[in-house]
């Protein structure tokens, strides 16, 4: 297991090569000039080729790549356009509170989603998972900000039981940082979990016509023995790999929960060099998401292969 | 098979009627936007500025006096045409090199498949923002920063139902046959891919309108004074405590835009492709 | 070990007293289905997989369940158990079991007897398994959800059962999970799950058809033994008629959701009655080289379940009916049925039927004996 997880890490560093590569080619395949577009279209030609200079934009592109890569591996991810300040430091800062809500968020997207989406395979074309069904569709219809809108008006401005904005580290205070991070966490959770609730449906759905659970009724187990041992354990495993692959999209709704509540994690920091077209910094925040999606996503594998006895670590 | 396409299943199907109603409702509101809206979207009154609903502006008025059920009409045209135009142009971008990869297979299949999962490790989303910040906010770019952003997952998904599709026996016959891979490609595997693009393009086409909206709310949609959704519910927002209404008509109408092609992907999916949530990524 | 496949004269002799039909103490009835009748509401229509079944059975008795795929053999045997899978239903008929109607019991009556009483095994033992749990897990399960009991009884009594079902080293075994097992370890722990607590009755549905030809051979002995030593009986569903001939007392052919013939298997299989009872032997290529058949391929296909044929559902495949010139009766009238405790056919013209048997000889066994 072990060396199976050492194999797996292994991996990962011609993966985030790639991605540098992938990331890299998507910025010289899109039209336009960073930094002409970041000084907008009044700006000096000559102040524009000196930056441009600076930043090294003026050498060749695989200058520029192996730069870029080889700053990667001295774990600098290179200088703020807008602040002039080097990327690394800032990002780092912002990290744990982006953990903290991606954590929480996926906490609440399984606390919801595999409940109800188990509940209506069970109970599959009755009454109950039709509600459930048509309520997971509403809920991966309804965009995730109005989502956040309505949490915000209802929890902290109607009841006043929760606060609207902000954050506080776990570190510093663990009470108001939990307090601070359930209407976060709930709408990112809410916004989510119908993808997971509609996957472990169609999972249960398609484990509960295994054979072996036919004979499981047919060796007279109780119920409760069929439905835990049989159809959840078994249910569990395509879920925890589709669980893996929807983390883009959980990814993706941290960016807006991020901005909508204030916090102040990673995903407010692209948005703010998305909006002053910092593009080394966006590089660098992409970068960051994507190779949280990838160790996020080897966690799944493990967790899944730690469930199914049929999988070897080799 | 498309031909077969069974419109009386479809409509059977309860999740069909509905989402065939959803989406022809919205359909024809962006077609018929000019015809239907009460007021051009634009016109000003500065003298019912954030005015609530009213007798003749049921949804209420705007920062600048503009009737908001006009201007929600009017978004439908920009909303539905970059969530139609993103899913085509992701589409070509995706499906044609992944219908070689997966029609060549071998090699090429592999290094596609690894060059494809390498961009699937970025979130959509996270994809248009990049893009977005490099090209500047506009329909046009919107539509094609959502349009790359989707084009490894639907590159995923048709490229494994080609390769499903070329092990088929009649498709290794006709190759025996003589057949030259366009023609191949053209007669046995596009026929057996077609059903599972457009189930995977209608459901696409509502998570591109949901992203729209996405995108308008981080401030990086279609830009005032052009009306989406998006850009509307972004509008709303800023006013959000001396008019909460304005979001209202805007959220509506992305939920049932949304919830239409959701439930019509659905229904396609049960129709013609019983097993496809597997590839749902 | 046997010298063919079909050594039924050769172990007559040397067969339990369990069998013995001479033997009235062991002649008590376990089993006794009545017209039973099962449908599946299709979107083409309504299918009777199972359409007017009537058989008995008794203890310590191996009966041989015979017929093509789409017969409704397998249906029966999930009737039994009252685990039909959905579209479908029992719609009628009554299951005696020790007295009782299995049909009138409550779900959690039902429950009890599944498993304590009446057993399953199946086909594909690997997919008959929980693939996440040990051999241990699933066997001891079945004693706790049944009769509780402390984990040690319970390891030990799986223990005792996998030793009794010839499994080498069950030690290493109880600890494994199915798909670490081969396919015929994987059958022994199916059947040591099925038996643990002892039923009268196990439903073997086609348990040896996936297997090598040796490990069928062991199962079926296994099969026959714990027959002879629990004194269980066990109902055969196969389509393969060796298999049958050589583990079982009798046997039932089923076609079109009907039993067609019934009787001792020595005596259905040197004269078979019913005209698709001789087209199914005569399939069996003979052993020791003996002559080429010379009975006709069944023609046809098997027929729509949506709409079974009218009067003899076997009419218009039937061979006899032809050379009979096509007499209306076949069409028309269903053929009568007999009790369990003769050798009956449902043809209406068995005696022509067996005639034709006797002109031509293709009994596989007499050639071999021969």
């Given amino acids: 297991m072990l060396r199976y997880a050492a194999n797996r890490i292994a991996l990962l560093v011609p993966l985030v090569i790639g991605l540098s590569l992938v990331l890299f080619i998507y910025i010289q395949l899109i039209p336009g000039d960073p930094v002409a577009g970041m000084l907008g279209p009044t700006a000096d030609p000559a102040l524009v080729a000196r930056i441009r200079h600076e930043l090294g934009l003026d050498q060749p592109i695989l200058v520029q790549y192996l730069h870029w890569v080889q700053g990667l591996s001295r774990g600098d991810l290179g200088i703020s356009f807008s602040s002039r300040f080097p990327i690394t430091p800032i990002l780092i800062a912002r990290i744990p509170a982006t953990l903290q809500l991606t954590m929480t968020g996926m906490l609440v997207v399984i606390l919801i989603g595999a409940p109800f989406g188990f509940i209506a395979g069970l ?66 959770g809410l916004a989510l979990a119908p993808y997971l609730a509609r996957m472990t449906r169609a999972a249960t759905i398609e484990v509960q016509q295994e054979q072996f659970v036919a004979l499981a009724h047919a060796k007279g187990l109780k119920r409760a023995t069929i439905i835990a041992r049989y159809s959840a354990r078994n249910a569990v495993l395509p879920i925890v790999i589709v669980l893996g692959l929807q983390l883009g999209r959980l990814l993706g709704g941290q960016v807006i929960v991020e901005v909508l509540f204030a916090w102040p994690g990673v995903g407010r920091l692209l948005i703010g060099g998305v909006i002053e077209r910092d593009y080394f910094m966006v590089q660098a925040v992409v970068l960051i998401f994507a190779v949280i999606y990838v160790i996020l996503n080897l966690l799944a594998e493990m967790i899944h292969g730690w469930l199914d006895p049929r999988i070897r670590f080799t | ?145 959502i349009a790359i952003a989707y084009a490894p997952t639907f590159a995923r998904v048709i490229r494994s139902a080609v390769s499903s599709a070329r092990v088929q026996a009649y498709v290794e016959a006709s190759v025996g046959m003589g057949a030259s891979t366009f023609r191949v490609l053209m007669t046995e595997i596009l026929p057996n891919v077609l059903p599972i693009v457009i189930v995977q393009a209608t459901s696409a086409i509502a998570w591109a309108i949901l992203d729209e909206a996405n995108l308008g709310f981080l401030g990086v949609g279609v830009q005032p004074p052009n009306a989406s959704w998006g850009s509307l519910l972004i509008e709303g927002r800023q006013y959000f405590f001396q008019a909460p209404w304005l979001p209202i008509g805007a959220g509506l109408a992305v939920l049932i835009a949304v919830l239409g092609f959701n439930l019509l992907g659905d229904a396609l999916r049960d129709v013609l492709d019983p097993r496809a949530w597997q590839r749902e990524i | 070990m046997r010298s063919g496949m079909y050594s039924i004269p050769a172990r007559g002799s040397e067969r339990s007293r369990f069998l013995n039909a001479s033997n009235p103490i062991s002649r008590h009835q376990l089993l006794g289905v009545k017209d039973l009748r099962v449908s599946f509401a299709m979107r083409k229509g309504v299918v009777n997989a199972v359409d007017g079944v009537s058989m008995s059975m008794r203890t310590a008795e191996i009966v041989g369940l015979v017929g093509e795929s789409g017969s409704g053999k397998s249906t029966l045997g999930m009737a ?27 779900i959690k009556e039902m429950r009890a007897i599944r498993g304590r009483d009446i057993a399953l095994i199946v086909q594909d033992a690997l997919a008959a398994m929980n693939p996440v749990t040990t051999v241990a897990e699933q066997i001891g399960e079945v004693v706790r959800d049944h009769q509780g009991g402390r984990a040690r009884e319970v390891w030990e009594r799986s223990l005792a059962m996998l030793k009794r079902v010839d499994i080498p080293r069950p030690k290493l075994t109880l600890k494994k999970h199915a798909h670490e097992l081969s396919g015929g370890m994987q059958q022994r722990v199916a059947i040591a799950g099925a038996l643990i607590l002892g039923p009268k009755l196990l439903i073997a549905d086609e348990p040896t058809t996936a297997l090598d030809v040796t490990v069928q051979a062991q199962i079926l002995d296994l099969l026959r033994s714990i027959r002879d030593t629990s004194g269980a009986a066990v109902l055969f569903i196969s389509h393969d008629l060796a298999t049958v001939a050589e583990l079982c007392d009798r046997i039932l052919v089923m076609y079109a959701g009907r039993i067609v013939e019934s009787g001792p298997t020595v005596a259905v299989f040197e004269k078979p009655l019913h005209p698709y009872t001789q087209a199914l032997l005569s399939a069996i290529p003979p052993l020791g080289g003996g002559a080429p058949p010379r009975f006709e391929a069944l023609g046809g296909s098997p027929p729509d379940p949506a709409r079974w044929p009218t009067g003899c559902r076997f009419h218009p495949r039937c061979p006899l009916r032809i050379a009979l010139g096509s007499p209306a009766a076949c069409a028309e009238a269903e053929p009568p049925e007999g009790s369990d405790d003769s050798h009956w056919a449902a043809c209406h013209f068995q005696d022509q039927s067996s005639a034709r048997w006797q002109i031509r000889p293709r009994n596989p066994r007499s050639t071999q004996q021969g």
Avoid: C
């Fill in chain 1, 123 to 188: 109970f599959k074309d009755t009454w109950i998972d039709r509600l459930l069904s048509i309520g997971a569709l509403v809920g991966l219809s309804s965009p995730i900000f109005w989502l956040g809108t309505v949490m915000i008006l209802v929890f902290a401005v109607q009841l006043r039981w929760l606060p609207s904005l902000g954050y506080v580290a776990f570190m510093d205070d663990p009470l108001a940082s939990i307090r601070f991070s359930i209407l976060p966490s709930i709408t990112l």
């Fill in chain 2, 1 to 145: 098979m498309i031909r077969s396409l069974d419109w009386r299943s479809l409509v059977r199907n309860g999740n069909g009627t509905a989402g065939l109603i959803f989406v022809a409702g919205v359909v024809l509101t962006a077609v018929l936007a000019g015809a239907i809206a009460p007021y051009p979207p634009t016109m000003m009154n500065l003298e019912s500025t954030f005015a609530g609903p009213e007798f003749g502006h049921i949804l209420g008025s705007d920062e600048f006096g503009r009737d908001v059920l006009s201007r929600v009409i009017d978004g439908a045209r920009a909303s539905l045409a970059i969530g139609v135009s993103a899913v085509v142009i992701g589409m070509v971008l995706g499906g044609l090199p992944a219908l070689f990869a997966g029609y060549l297979g071998g090699v090429v299949d592999l290094i596609f498949t690894r060059i494809v999962d390498i961009f699937m490790a970025i979130p959509a989303l996270l994809v248009a923002l990049g893009i977005l910040a490099l090209v500047g906010p506009s329909g046009p770019t919107v539509a094609l920063a």
């Fill in chain 3, 80 to 106: 039994i158990l009252r685990l039909v899978p959905a579209p479908g239903r029992v719609v009628g008929g009554e299951i005696q079991f020790l007295g009782r109607d299995l049909l009138k019991l409550s």
